[in-house]
């Protein structure tokens, strides 16, 4: 999908030099991604003590073998 996004020279210079991106739109893509990661693992963390889990880690690794 293309999208026209206005940012400002300087954000996308630092940008390009953090992600050592090619492109822009490498660049915009991948700090959207890593963005969206961070509010998923945000929003993880908060559940914590919310859950109940009635397999161990053990468990856990050797059924994703």
Do not use: P
Not at 24 to 34: L, R
């Amino acid at each position: 999908m293309r999208t026209t996004v206005t940012l400002e020279y300087e954000i996308l210079d630092e940008l390009m030099k953090k992600t050592k991106a090619r492109s822009k739109t490498s660049a915009v893509k991948e700090a959207v991604i890593d963005y969206l990661r961070r509010l998923k693992i945000r929003d993880i963390k908060a559940m914590k003590g919310r859950l109940e889990f009635d397999l161990t880690a053990e468990e856990i690794r050797r059924r994703e073998r």
